[in-house]
């Protein structure tokens, strides 16, 4: 399965020709040094709309077309972005409207970018025209194989034009304000609305207690952004259906649900940038498994291989400190990206801008303008090891594990206003959930709600406090048809309006399926623990465990108590259930019912999956900081990676005899690991 006409692994950067028109030197030299760094693709014209349209209506896209037409001569193709995320001055002069108003209700000036305003049909028609121009010019370029839609959609506008615009989403959801009244339980503190025209975005000058409104607006900006997308895409669309388009995505930014977006997609790209190197004893684990999961997020989006659209051959400019990734490191990184999915590496930025916010960003081509530096021999590196990688693309991921993350979810629970206020920590025990599986070398997908659990043997679904559409049916459909579930505290408080269900929770048959009952939540502040005592061990496990952050206080109802809190105070019972399990049908259901420590679910996680017989990627051990993934590619190979995240030599006892895929050298029983050194295996011919 290809995601681009391209059928080979791409190798790229941002390139910004327009930054060089005038300096008709630097632009001869770039093609000669883009192919001696082994680059086959360039993302072009992100930010151009300057200089494609440099006062209303009069279009010149020749240095693109020029640009284009030497790349694509030389072996490179192009990745064409629209330049919607950037306006230009003489538009947000012209027509202000399109200047987004921010929540304080304050029109914003001209400047920055992505800045503007979804709803504005002045914006729209501007951005189709540009859009419509380039697709006639290029959609059908044999040098053209990719459509970047804008860049880093984000943010959300407050102006008259968005207000109404949400009223009416809100009549089509709703109907009637009687039924929007009692979805967002407006008798509290005399809120109810008597006329649409009452209705206003939450606002710190105004509305932030009713729960239904700020969650409802949410939804209406993921809305907007796809309707605005989907106006951006029409022309290109029409232009060459068969283009395929992307939109690049970044790490687990929570202003737009990904996985509505993720609909009007081709392919998936994200921009991958983690603070490296932020560890005093140069320990990257944190690091890579924050940017691992993501891009297991994003490979689940679609169910395929993703693209890398962006991350640093160096450092970036907008990090606390901004360190360059230490000498070696850019190859581990790269085939992480590999690891889990990804099927290309392209940078930010091809060369480093003279001036202005990003002069410092790393690039492959500095300020120095010389192709003998580290950086620029990393990356070449970088780029022969794909060339050897075609086999590899479009490979899959097959994973028979998954963790439930809900967008919708994670704004209700962040907005709830209690138990716990200084951070509820939903993203963060979704992550802990995450971890034991990357440092075993399973594979996990991140889905949501509204996805199908068939395909799964574990779904582990951490704190999903918002229940939304049919989602605890199939939760109970799938463990009665044999699936092991594990929930955890937090879960099932409320329905798809953030309203509170009565009776037991989890609501909607949850607790029942749990055999538990929910008593009371015991939040925790920072630096207090609990402890959990197991009573009995579903698998060999330590004596205890720490939790922290969040406790919830449960009865056992039909469920097998394997743990109880331990705590040294005399007037709270001894036996108060904090891990439970409950056979149902061919399944089995376990709840925790506090935020553990990692270790807790390590011990319980890796072993539930083995007794499952889910499949790590390399039968083995692997010593702190090693992490293993694997990719099956259409003609049956199984690719293995082995990434070393410490500044140690590590070495590896192999299953079996293994192969280097890249240098044909074969490793009979011990793998050895350079400090932040990864390898890509194959099985061994025997």
Not at 230 to 239: C, G, L, M, T
Not at 309 to 316: A, C, F, G, V
Request: charge should be negative; charged fraction near 25%; hydrophobic fraction near 40%.
């Amino acid at each position: 399965m290809f995601l681009t006409p391209y059928p080979h692994m791409l190798h790229g950067a941002d390139y910004n020709p327009e930054q060089w028109l005038r300096h008709p030197d630097i632009l001869r030299q770039d093609i000669e040094q883009m192919k001696q760094a082994n680059m086959n693709c360039m993302s072009v014209g992100i930010f151009a709309w300057s200089a494609l349209e440099p006062t209303e209506g009069e279009y010149c896209l020749d240095w693109l077309g020029g640009i284009i037409d030497r790349l694509f001569e030389n072996g490179i193709y192009t990745v064409l972005a629209t330049p919607s995320g950037a306006k230009p001055l003489w538009m947000s002069q012209k027509y202000p409207e399109i200047r987004r108003v921010n929540a304080q209700r304050v029109r914003e000036l001209s400047g920055g970018r992505h800045n503007h305003c979804y709803t504005s049909p002045v914006y729209r028609e501007k951005v189709r025209a540009i859009n419509e121009q380039l697709a006639n010019r290029f959609g059908k370029h044999p040098g053209v194989i990719l459509w970047h839609i804008s860049n880093e959609l984000q943010g959300e506008c407050h102006c008259p034009l968005c207000q109404e615009a949400f009223r009416e989403w809100l009549k089509k959801r709703y109907g009637t304000l009687d039924a929007l009244n009692e979805a967002w339980w407006t008798a509290f503190w005399s809120h109810t609305y008597t006329d649409w025209t009452q209705i206003e975005p939450p606002s710190p000058r105004g509305e932030t207690g009713v729960h239904g409104l700020t969650l409802d607006w949410k939804r209406f900006v993921t809305h907007q952004t796809c309707s605005f997308f989907e106006n951006e895409i029409a022309p290109i669309r029409a232009v060459n259906p068969e283009l395929p388009v992307t939109a690049n995505l970044m790490g687990f930014y929570d202003g737009i649900d990904y996985r509505k977006l993720a609909k009007l997609l081709d392919v998936v790209s994200w921009d991958s940038y983690p603070a490296w190197h932020s560890q005093k004893d140069g320990d990257e684990t944190y690091n890579a498994f924050w940017s691992d999961a993501f891009s297991d997020y994003c490979r689940s989006l679609l169910g395929k291989p993703f693209l890398i659209m962006e991350n640093t051959p160096s450092q970036t400019n907008w990090q606390d400190v901004c360190r360059p990734k230490t000498w070696g490191f850019h190859r581990l990184s790269a085939i992480s990206n590999l690891a889990h999915g990804a099927d290309s590496i392209q940078y930010f930025q091809w060369r480093q801008s003279r001036g202005c916010a990003e002069k410092f960003h790393g690039a492959v081509m500095t300020h120095a303008n010389r192709t003998d530096t580290r950086v620029f021999q990393e990356v070449a590196g970088v780029g022969a090891m794909l060339k050897k990688l075609d086999a590899l693309c479009g490979a899959c991921t097959p994973a028979k594990a998954a963790i439930l993350y809900d967008t919708e979810s994670h704004w209700a629970v962040n907005a709830a206003q209690g138990p716990r206020n200084c951070g509820i920590g939903d993203t963060d025990l979704m992550l802990r959930f995450y971890l034991p599986f990357w440092k075993a070398g399973i594979s996990a997908d991140i889905i949501d709600s509204d996805m199908d659990f068939s395909a799964y043997d574990l779904l582990c679904v951490p704190m999903l406090y918002l229940l939304r559409g049919d989602v605890s049916r199939r939760l109970q459909e799938f463990v009665r048809r044999g699936g092991t579930l594990v929930m955890t505290m937090h879960t099932g408080l409320v329905d798809e309006h953030d309203l509170c269900f009565m009776g037991d929770t989890p609501g909607e048959g949850l607790a029942a399926l749990a055999g538990i009952r929910y008593l009371e939540s015991d939040p925790l502040y920072d630096g207090m623990e609990e402890r959990m005592v197991l009573v009995r061990e579903p698998f060999p496990m330590a004596d205890e465990y720490r939790a922290e952050r969040l406790c919830e206080r449960i009865a056992a109802e039909g469920a097998e108590v394997l743990a109880v809190y331990g705590h040294d105070n005399p007037c709270m019972p001894d036996d108060l259930p904090c891990l439970t399990r409950n056979k149902v049908g061919r399944g089995t259901v376990y709840y925790i019912a506090a935020f553990p420590e990692e270790k807790f679910l390590s011990d319980l996680l890796i072993p539930i999956c083995e007794s499952l017989g889910i499949r790590r990627a390399l039968d083995a051990e692997l010593p702190h900081g090693v992490t293993a993934a694997a990719r099956i590619a259409g003609d049956g190979t199984r690719f293995v990676f082995v990434m070393n995240w410490t500044r140690e030599k590590k070495t590896v006892t192999l299953p079996k005899p293994m192969k280097d895929y890249e240098t044909g050298r074969v490793y009979q029983n011990v793998l050895p690991l350079a400090p932040y050194g990864g390898k890509i295996l194959t099985a061994a011919a025997r």
